[in-house]
Structure formats: C-alpha cells, structure tokens
C-alpha cells in the first residue's frame, strides 16, 4: 500500500513513463540525486514537490491524495467493460493505437531530450 509521497511519486513517475533521468534531468539533478527523493533518503520539499507536479502535469494536492488502487480498479473496470463489448472492436483498436502514439510521442521526447544532453 503506498503510504508515504515519495512512493507515489514513483507511482505515478512510472505511471507517466518517465525515467528518474528524465525527471532529474528536467529538475537540474543527478538521477542519484532525484533517486535519493523518491526513496525518502532526502527530504521532500514543498518546493520539490512542486517543481515535480510540473514535469508530471499533475496537481500536487493530487499528488499527496494519489492512491494506486484507484488507478488499478479503473483499469480492471475498463477490461471488464472491453470484455462485455468484445464485439466492439474497432473502438479497442483506436484505443490502442492512442495508447501507441502517446508512448511514441513520449519516446521521441526522451530521444530529444538525451540528444541535447550529449552535444
């Protein structure tokens, strides 16, 4: 169960497909120095907390309320859903092709992002 925000910023981090490079790059970190933050081992600011609601384009009060299993439940209720409608199949393949282009556009980002950091 995650209790603590430094978990679920990591939830949500790989929730996001983020890397720890990317977001500590993002932040002007070392990725041991965004790991340290995620695993408790440095403290938590309100302004880190901020500043990392930012790269993962979430609210920080949604943040602090975040619960996996909510996320979790959605997705099963959404299979349920897939299963019931499994006639439906050109609606699962647009969902599935949404899902690949954002994963493409994210990846492309990355690809950029790295990039610049080696010129």
Same mark, same amino acid.
Request: charged share 35%; net charge negative; aromatic share 6%.
């Given at each position: 169960?995650?209790?603590?925000? /430094? !978990? =679920? *910023? ?5 929730? =996001?497909?983020?890397? !720890? @490079? ?20 440095? =403290? ?12 993962? @384009? ?27 409608? /499994?006639?439906? /199949? ?5 969902? *599935? ?7 493409? !556009? ?7 992002? *790295?990039?610049?950091?080696? =010129?």
């Amino acid at each position: 169960m995650i209790d603590n925000t /430094e !978990q =679920k *910023l990591k939830q949500l981090r790989e929730l =996001k497909n983020y890397t !720890q @490079e990317f977001v500590a790059a993002q932040m002007g970190l070392t990725t041991r120095a965004y790991s340290k933050i995620e695993s408790g081992d440095t =403290k938590l600011t309100i302004n880190r907390l901020n500043e990392i609601s930012k790269i993962l @384009e979430i609210d920080p009060i949604s943040i602090l309320e975040f619960d996996h299993n909510h996320v979790f439940n959605a997705c099963t209720k959404d299979d349920e859903d897939e299963i019931v409608e /499994e006639n439906n /199949e050109p609606r699962l393949t647009k969902k *599935l092709i949404d899902q690949y282009e954002q994963r493409i !556009q994210h990846l492309e980002g990355e690809v950029f992002f *790295l990039r610049n950091l080696i =010129k």
